[in-house]
């Protein structure tokens, strides 16, 4: 019988090459987690958080392509990207059932090494919140020290969002947007009004005369569910692992996250449900 022969030609001198390792920086990707006790779980709750990081990276870049083609009214492809962010975001929730395999007693070995760090201080989370639409001006003060992450954060808390940008493709097509919602301050939350709320009827009421915008509100609608469940799986990993104590960061711990889950990101969207 010949030997198989399916893989001898590959090539396998890089010596002048570029390699797998090389292209993916897996040198400087594989020696990136550093734990800062001998507490085995350690290992676990760096990679969980940095691959994470890694998601969101995917999200932030994704997010962003599609409001700038929302931004000159190209949909189509832009729900492909949102699509994609979906997608991303659905391993992140995923990455929480990896972490509550750690115990209380487990996380307790290491918790106190970090001290005041804590996700609350993601730049990349706080990032996708402002894009998303969340927007709260206090949350830029845990990045001052990092000029070049409070400027990304500060031109995203003053900038359209990704709802905003959808309701300006509402008004360019004749339905009602008022002015005000249009020209408003983008570094405050977003207020529902009756106004946005009858042209999203209109979307769903004759959804052949607006099938483009019909999709593109299906689809903010996946991203703000799914969004949800990362923060509720938070919630619940983290009342599991330290119960209500205080959040590493000095936050309220489960209590913020509770009041995290009350924050809507698209609030007519989710309102033309019942007025159908």
């Known amino acids: 019988m010949n030997p198989d022969r399916s893989y001898q030609e590959a090539h396998t001198d890089f010596s002048r090459s570029l390699s797998y390792g090389d292209y993916l920086a897996l040198d400087t990707l594989l020696s990136a ?13 760096i990679v969980i958080h940095q691959v994470s990081e890694l998601w969101m990276k995917l999200i932030v870049h994704e997010l962003q392509s599609a409001m700038g083609l929302l931004a000159q009214e190209i949909i189509d492809p832009a729900l492909k990207m949102l699509t994609r962010v979906v997608r991303a975001q659905e391993q992140m929730t995923n990455a929480w059932e990896v972490l509550k395999t750690m115990t209380p007693a487990d996380y307790l070995e290491f918790r106190s090494a970090f001290g005041q760090a804590s996700g609350f201080q993601s730049y990349q989370y706080r ?36 709802y905003d940008l959808s309701l300006r ?6 339905l009602g947007i008022p002015a005000e919602v249009l020209e408003r301050d983008f570094a405050q939350p977003y207020t529902p009004t009756p106004q946005v709320l009858g042209a999203w009827l209109e979307v769903y009421r004759h959804t052949e005369a607006h099938w483009d915008l019909y999709y593109l509100a299906e689809k903010l609608i996946d991203v703000e569910d799914n969004f949800r469940r990362w923060r509720f799986n938070h919630l619940t990993t983290v009342e599991r692992m330290i119960g209500y104590k205080r959040g590493s960061g000095g936050t309220a711990g489960v209590g913020y996250l509770k009041k995290a889950l009350e924050v809507v990101l698209f609030p007519e969207l989710w309102q033309v449900r019942t007025e159908l």
């Open 169 to 174: 493709i509402l008004a360019q097509r004749g």
């Open 33 to 45: 987690q550093r734990p800062l006790t001998s507490a085995h779980d350690e290992t676990l709750f």
């Open 127 to 162: 990032l996708v919140e402002f894009l998303l639409g969340n927007r709260n001006p206090f949350m830029m003060r845990p990045h001052q020290h990092r000029p070049e992450h409070h400027r990304l954060l500060e031109q995203a808390l003053t900038s359209p969002s990704l």
